[in-house]
C-alpha cells in the first residue's frame, strides 16, 4: 500500500494511521477507533477536513 498524507494540518500519513491501530487494544467500531488513532495522531484537530478520510482509512484497514 503506498503512503500518503490524510491529515495536511498534522501531517498525518496512511502509515501513521495503521501504526496507531496497531496501538489500540481492541476495535470496537470505526467512531471509537478514530478517537484512538485521532489522540495517538492528533489527526482532524487542525480544520477538521481529514475526519472522512481518516474513518475511510480506517474502516479499510479494519476490513481489507
Keep these: 500500500m503506498e503512503n500518503y498524507t490524510i491529515c495536511n494540518c498534522m501531517q498525518v ?14 476495535f470496537e467500531d470505526v467512531e471509537k477507533t478514530f478517537e484512538e488513532v485521532q489522540a495517538i495522531t492528533h489527526c482532524s484537530t487542525g ?9 475511510a482509512t480506517i474502516s479499510e484497514i479494519m476490513n481489507p
Design 13 to 26: 500519513t496512511r502509515f501513521d494511521v495503521e501504526d496507531a491501530l496497531h496501538r489500540c487494544d481492541r
Design 47 to 55: 480544520c477538521g477536513g481529514c475526519h472522512d478520510k481518516i474513518l
